[in-house]
């Protein structure tokens, strides 16, 4: 089950039986994104490292068990006077000392070393995931279709920092947790021991309570855990808004740099200005809230931290004035009531860890669950429109077609209803119709991406698509130019040809130059680059998207001839989306979405028509 983000803390049910419940769901979900990494390819070494730190655990709290046998010995030693046993109590203590030192920097080290080597596996999974079957676009379609609720926000964040904080938390209060049980059974047997029993009369009727101390230890840390709990459980809440609230004001400002010219330009600083002050001012409320929380149990913790270090003398004082008890012994119960209490004071110790820890938790496992909705999504996309592969004969003879081709918005709304398309080697076809109207939407449909499509499509092997907003690496110009390719597979020679044949000669001899290109060129360079990038890699077929809409008359006709020319030589074909009339002198023919009457079962039908300079008849496209 996971949380929904606006409550992450819903539980099944009411009263005992609904918490027992939500608890249940918690550690199904922590044993879920913990066991992977232990069953992986690294579940050896993951599973030694674990192994070695409760060992050193273990060895911390035998270390603690001699030294508090030591008290005992030394303040015995003192209170009598016995130089002798002083200076070898204190020899004793020197090599204990040394080897707890020895055993809590290697537990520190192996903890820490344990946590990178999670974090850097899961950090690797979830990346691998997150981009695999387009998840990573599936998931930005979802939150812009109106359904941001059930999806999860800033999956950057979510690997970067959730990740690092899920296994830090998860190694640190496990071990703690481990660390406070084996103290509790060490010393709650010594200080049973110790302690004695307690004689009162009540009524007539005389009772002796054995182990007084360690009863009183129980009550105290039970009556103190219920409280903490009571106090610091808003902090869950608190917690999980508190990264959504951080991540958002951190990834506006990243947009803000990406388009920090159009907003220069239109002098939108301003604005920006005001919107990143509305988000931080959510990020200081929401955490000034938080820090409420936290100074109310602040106060109770160092109240009941305060309290236990004089309660174990308060209560052994009676025995020990009596002379049932000496000073060695009142110490030894002392140090050993402080490690019963801390051991059943773990919650009231942890608790605000444990709420950063859930909400945690919760924002990994519903981003866990939202990236595998997507690529089911996605795999149940492509079977559904069944994409040939290069073994088909209509892909492998280099035709676009589809057939019974339905395409709709993430809405709900149908754009086109039972279409049936095909393009063959040697055309060339201008895509128009209304903005808005979903052509490129039909483009994403043929490369397979797009989720809201049903029907059969097939596209020729060796096939590129240039976006509206065409993507660039930042790095080196050469990698940008053969991205997502190696640029190691192509000569200089050839990159710079490319470049050159794209009107880009100024760049020719800045391959090995590093920027940040989408901020570094224009638009028009932007839009050549992405058509070097394609006379690069010659491609059987070309789909452009709007592809020279920021270039002028004379180097779109340029490149379009140069693209034209290409496809030609390799017996491919083009197609491309443009509303410069201009455009359509490189293409013979013509498919225009016209918009349906309402009430029809789709928004527009695909029509065709052959362009005035082609002499072939139109060829009406099947469309219901």
């Known amino acids: 089950m996971s949380a929904s983000p606006m409550n992450p803390t819903t539980s099944t049910g009411t009263g005992i039986t609904g918490k027992l419940s939500a608890f249940r769901q918690f550690c199904t979900r922590v044993w879920a994104l913990s066991a992977p990494y232990f069953k992986s390819e690294d579940k050896w070494k993951a599973r030694g490292l674990l192994l070695a730190i409760i060992v050193l655990n273990l060895a911390a709290v035998y270390m603690l068990v001699l030294l508090n046998d030591w008290n005992r010995v030394f303040y015995d030693a003192l209170q009598n006077k016995n130089e002798a046993v002083f200076w070898t109590q204190l020899g004793r203590f020197t090599y204990l000392a040394f080897a707890f030192i020895i055993i809590a920097v290697y537990r520190f080290y192996l903890t820490q070393l344990l946590q990178v080597r999670w974090r850097a596996w899961m950090t690797a999974n979830y990346l691998q995931r997150w981009l695999a079957d387009h998840a990573f676009y599936s998931l930005e379609l979802a939150r812009f279709s109106g359904t941001q609720q059930t999806t999860a926000d800033n999956p950057d964040q979510r690997i970067q920092e959730d990740i690092n904080l899920f296994?830090?938390?998860?190694?640190?209060?496990?071990?703690?947790?481990?660390?406070?049980?084996?103290?509790?059974?060490?010393?709650?047997?010594?200080?049973?021991?110790?302690?004695?029993?307690f004689a009162f009369t009540l009524g007539g009727t005389s009772y002796n309570i054995p182990g007084f101390m360690v009863w009183m230890a129980v009550l105290y840390c039970v009556v103190g855990s219920v409280i903490t709990h009571y106090i610091g459980r808003p902090q869950i809440r608190l917690n999980f808004l508190q990264q959504r609230y951080e991540a958002d004001f951190r990834h506006h400002m990243v947009r803000v740099r990406e388009y920090s010219e159009a907003i220069a330009l239109d002098k939108g600083e301003p604005v920006e200005r005001a919107q990143l002050d509305t988000r931080f001012s959510t990020v200081l409320a929401n955490y000034l809230a938080l820090i409420r929380k936290q100074k109310n149990l602040v106060w109770f913790t160092n109240f009941f931290g305060q309290a236990a270090v004089v309660f174990p003398f308060i209560v052994?004082?009676?025995?020990?004035?009596?002379?049932?008890?000496?000073?060695?012994?009142?110490?030894?119960?002392?140090?050993?009531?402080?490690?019963?209490?801390?051991?059943?004071?773990?919650?009231?110790?942890?608790?605000?860890?444990?709420?950063?820890?859930?909400?945690?938790t919760d924002r990994l496992t519903s981003f866990e669950d939202n990236i595998s909705a997507a690529a089911q999504q996605t795999r149940a996309q492509i079977a559904t429109n069944s994409i040939a592969d290069s073994q088909n004969p209509a892909t492998a003879s280099g035709t676009l077609s589809a057939s019974d081709l339905t395409v709709s918005l993430p809405t709900g709304l149908t754009l086109l209803s039972g279409v049936a398309l095909q393009a063959s080697p040697g055309d060339s076809v201008l895509f128009k119709g209304p903005s808005g109207s979903g052509k490129s939407t039909l483009f994403r449909t043929f490369a397979g991406i797009w989720p809201f499509a049903k029907g059969r499509s097939q596209l020729p092997p060796e096939t590129m698509f240039i976006p509206q907003r065409p993507y660039f690496p930042d790095g080196r110009l050469r990698d940008a130019l053969a991205y997502p390719e190696p640029a190691a597979q192509y000569s200089d020679e050839a990159l710079q040809r490319a470049l050159a044949d794209a009107l880009l000669p100024q760049l020719a001899s800045r391959l090995d130059d590093s920027d940040a290109w989408s901020q570094k060129l224009s638009g028009g360079e932007q839009q050549r680059l992405a058509i070097a990038r394609v006379l690069l890699k010659k491609p059987s077929w070309v789909f452009a998207d709007e592809a020279t809409a920021a270039l002028d008359e004379v180097s779109e006709k340029t490149l379009y001839?140069?693209?034209?020319?290409?496809?030609?030589?390799?017996?491919?074909?083009?197609?491309?989306?443009?509303h410069r009339p201009s455009v359509a002198a490189f293409h013979s023919r013509q498919w225009e979405l016209v918009k349906q009457p309402d009430g029809s079962a789709a928004q527009y039908t695909l029509k065709e028509s052959t362009l005035p300079d082609n002499a072939l008849p139109p060829t009406p496209l099947k469309s219901t």
């Open 167 to 197: 296994t830090t938390y998860s190694i640190s209060l496990s071990m703690g947790l481990l660390n406070a049980v084996v103290t509790l059974v060490s010393f709650v047997g010594i200080l049973w021991s110790l302690s004695g029993a």
């Open 316 to 360: 052994a004082a009676p025995r020990f004035f009596s002379g049932a008890i000496q000073l060695g012994e009142l110490m030894q119960i002392s140090s050993a009531f402080g490690r019963v209490q801390d051991s059943l004071s773990w919650l009231v110790d942890n608790y605000s860890s444990l709420a950063a820890w859930r909400a945690t």
């Open 561 to 578: 001839e140069k693209l034209q020319a290409h496809v030609r030589a390799v017996h491919g074909g083009m197609v491309s989306i443009a």
